[in-house]
């Protein structure tokens, strides 16, 4: 049997650490996410990656972070970094080259992207292989509807005007009893819908502050359901509340 990709994921945000841990989680990878290195470092003990998904600006900030990792680990390790620059494809090549990692991918990740970037920093000698597919993502949320800004901007005040009366399972459009695997599909595809990165160019700044509340209110709601420990506490917390 092969065994699964083991994937550690460290960035500061914790927004784009979860969306990242979410995009890869839905391919079957064995995925760990850390806030930071020291943690990372600290939290695999027992466990070696594949590949580390690196914030690139922790790679900036000391440029010998990737030669940390693989000494640490003591095996070859791919690493790939991520940030919002690497929308140019030459910028991240650069960098990547300059601070020693095996490629990039741009945040917000396109998710077949961030799959074929974790192929490429495993190589063909790596201990795993990622077989599932690229997540899709619905056609509805790839072409941010409704097309138009305007219609945005109605769709975005509706929703911005009931945000603090949904609770975590309303905000991601689950039910109760949904799969943790339905929870994380469906986390995809509201954080890909409201990613600041990917806003209409026609918004005005107060739908755009709307659609940030929108998104961090959506992460929010990931944090409390996406994990079974943190779900199991959540509920709890609902259930004595008075009805």
Not at 5 to 34: E, I, K, N, Q, W
Not at 95 to 122: C, F, H, M, S, W
Not at 163 to 181: C, M, P
Request: hydrophobic share 40%.
């Amino acid at each position: 049997m092969t065994a699964r990709c083991v994937v550690c994921v460290v960035c500061a945000s914790s927004v784009t650490r979860a969306l990242l841990a979410s995009l890869l989680g839905s391919t079957g990878t064995d995925v760990h996410p850390f806030d930071s290195l020291p943690r990372a470092l600290s939290g695999m003990v027992g466990v070696v990656p594949d590949v580390v998904v690196l914030d690139a600006q922790i790679a900036r900030a000391n440029p010998e972070t990737v030669v940390r990792l693989r000494e640490a680990w003591q095996v070859p390790i791919g690493v790939v970094l991520a940030d919002r620059a690497y929308v140019d494809e030459n910028r991240g090549a650069e960098e990547a080259r300059a601070l020693g990692a095996n490629t990039y991918v741009a945040i917000p990740p396109d998710p077949g992207a961030l799959v074929d970037a974790v192929r490429r920093a495993q190589g063909p000698s790596s201990r795993a292989a990622i077989s599932a597919p690229p997540p899709s993502i619905p056609p509805e949320v790839e072409s941010s509807p409704p097309v138009d800004a305007a219609q945005m901007s109605r769709y975005v005040e509706r929703l911005w005007s009931r945000l603090d009366t949904l609770d975590a399972y309303q905000t991601l459009r689950v039910s109760t009893d949904a799969t943790i695997e339905e929870i994380r599909n469906a986390f995809r595809e509201r954080a890909l819908e409201f990613h600041p990165d990917r806003l209409h160019p026609g918004l005005d700044d107060a739908a755009r502050e709307r659609i940030y509340q929108i998104f961090k209110r959506v992460s929010w709601a990931f944090r409390k359901v996406g994990d079974p420990k943190s779900r199991r506490e959540y509920d709890a917390s609902r259930s004595r509340k008075p009805g």
